[in-house]
């Protein structure tokens, strides 16, 4: 069982040891996924939505006066990926990490670009956690994003890009980047909030005793979810930081102060895990604690019943000895004065019992 769970881990890095370095590998599982493209651009005054045919179309782009975001969704197309980086003049090592989805998240400042690796996460229908890479790259008037596979959570800003909503098509494509991140970072607190539910559901059924064999399995999925949050939002610390203490010409000064404003909340998220994780640990040691009271007291029970009967069991043993002299066993009354004792010795012992809250 062991074995087969390593393979399963394993099997995502694709990439041969010797490899040339740059060279593009898909490491995905979505192979058969098709290939997406979609663009806003826009000014205060005016946007463009599109779906594009192909990549090629997206090259007109790079030199307009808009700022324009294009979103392509489908990592595994590698031939589309390697174009869209020869035209925008993106690095080998950049179009490798884009297509490595096990990447962490990082950041990358280049003098025409910055590059920015992110974990885009979201509770399914199930409640099962959705994990998804998503790399950023800012360039003087555009921004690219680029996804593994279609559905995100960028729909909010969509419908704020289309009904010009706030400030977002007055600013530049650093906002626009803002936006993207910040989209990400308010995701991850639909996803605490629906972890804290759970965590208080398993709670409230530990304090009532409702343990049930799927509980350890419930509470390892959960430290499961806890972990590959913290993951996706512990480095994300660091991307903001240097954000925040960039000098790139690509990233205007008051813009900087919303980067702030998502390193906050970064830190919130991130310190509500750490209590969370704590919290988890905190269950399986209730319900160990739990599994052990309960088990104390079916102990208790079967050592009051071994109890009681030690006196009757004494009893029937001295009147079932195959002894020829016996005087009782020639007395009228003696089997109803055996049988009296011992209930009398039950009764007793169940009162003393009692008063001793042993019962």
Same mark, same amino acid.
């Given at each position: 069982?062991?074995?087969?769970?390593?393979?399963?881990?394993?099997?995502?890095?694709?990439?041969?040891?010797?490899?040339?370095?740059?060279?593009?590998?898909?490491?995905?599982?979505?192979?058969?996924?098709?290939?997406?493209?979609?663009?806003?651009?826009?000014?205060?005054?005016?946007?463009?939505?599109?779906?594009?045919?192909?990549?090629?179309?997206?090259?007109?782009?790079?030199?307009?006066?808009?700022?324009?975001?294009?979103?392509?969704?489908?990592?595994?197309?590698?031939?589309?990926?390697?174009?869209?980086?020869?035209?925008?003049?993106?690095?080998?090592?950049?179009?490798?990490?884009?297509?490595?989805?096990?990447?962490?998240?990082?950041?990358?400042?280049?003098?025409?670009?910055?590059?920015?690796?992110?974990?885009?996460?979201?509770?399914?229908?199930?409640?099962?956690?959705?994990?998804?890479?998503?790399?950023?790259?800012?360039?003087?008037?555009? %921004?690219?994003?680029?996804?593994?596979?279609?559905? #995100?959570?960028? @729909?909010?800003? $969509? +419908?704020? =890009?289309?009904?010009?909503?706030?400030?977002?098509?007055?600013?530049?494509?650093?906002?626009?980047?803002?936006?993207?991140?910040?989209?990400?970072?308010?995701?991850?607190?639909?996803?605490?909030?629906?972890?804290?539910?759970?965590?208080?559901?398993?709670?409230?059924?530990?304090?009532?005793?409702?343990?049930?064999?799927?509980?350890?399995?419930?509470?390892?999925?959960?430290?499961?979810?806890?972990?590959?949050?913290?993951?996706?939002?512990?480095?994300?610390?660091?991307?903001?930081?240097?954000?925040?203490?960039?000098?790139?010409?690509?990233?205007?000064?008051?813009?900087?102060?919303?980067?702030?404003? %998502?390193?906050?909340?970064?830190?919130?998220?991130? #310190?509500?895990? @750490?209590?969370? $994780? +704590?919290? =988890?640990?905190?269950?399986?040691?209730?319900?160990?604690?739990?599994?052990?009271?309960?088990?104390?007291?079916?102990?208790?029970?079967?050592?009051?019943?071994?109890?009681?009967?030690?006196?009757?069991?004494?009893?029937?043993?001295?009147?079932?000895?195959?002894?020829?002299?016996?005087?009782?066993?020639?007395?009228?009354?003696?089997?109803?004065?055996?049988?009296?004792?011992?209930?009398?010795?039950?009764?007793?012992?169940?009162?003393?019992?009692?008063?001793?809250?042993?019962?």
């Amino acid at each position: 069982m062991a074995r087969r769970k390593s393979k399963k881990r394993t099997q995502n890095y694709k990439k041969q040891v010797g490899q040339v370095p740059g060279a593009l590998v898909y490491t995905g599982k979505k192979e058969t996924q098709k290939l997406f493209i979609e663009t806003f651009d826009y000014n205060i005054d005016s946007i463009i939505e599109k779906e594009l045919v192909n990549i090629e179309e997206a090259f007109k782009f790079k030199s307009s006066n808009t700022v324009t975001w294009i979103n392509l969704n489908g990592l595994n197309h590698i031939d589309e990926i390697e174009k869209l980086g020869q035209h925008y003049d993106l690095h080998p090592l950049v179009l490798e990490d884009i297509v490595n989805t096990g990447q962490r998240p990082k950041i990358d400042e280049f003098e025409d670009y910055i590059f920015i690796v992110l974990k885009m996460m979201y509770y399914d229908e199930s409640e099962t956690i959705v994990s998804e890479q998503v790399s950023l790259i800012l360039g003087e008037n555009y %921004v690219l994003s680029l996804q593994e596979a279609e559905g #995100d959570v960028f @729909d909010a800003l $969509r +419908e704020r =890009i289309r009904q010009s909503k706030g400030r977002i098509r007055g600013l530049g494509p650093d906002y626009l980047l803002y936006a993207l991140i910040d989209s990400i970072v308010d995701h991850y607190y639909a996803i605490i909030e629906t972890m804290g539910n759970k965590i208080e559901d398993l709670e409230d059924n530990l304090f009532e005793g409702l343990t049930k064999e799927e509980i350890t399995s419930d509470i390892q999925e959960l430290k499961r979810e806890v972990l590959k949050i913290r993951r996706a939002i512990f480095p994300l610390r660091e991307i903001i930081n240097r954000v925040d203490k960039s000098e790139s010409k690509l990233i205007d000064n008051k813009t900087l102060h919303y980067f702030g404003d %998502v390193y906050d909340h970064i830190i919130q998220v991130s #310190d509500t895990i @750490d209590i969370y $994780r +704590e919290m =988890i640990w905190g269950l399986m040691d209730m319900y160990m604690t739990t599994i052990s009271n309960r088990m104390n007291e079916v102990m208790k029970v079967l050592t009051i019943i071994s109890t009681i009967f030690i006196p009757l069991t004494f009893i029937a043993g001295i009147y079932g000895m195959n002894f020829q002299n016996i005087p009782e066993l020639d007395y009228k009354y003696g089997y109803h004065i055996v049988w009296l004792v011992m209930i009398v010795i039950f009764i007793a012992m169940m009162y003393y019992f009692k008063r001793k809250k042993w019962l």
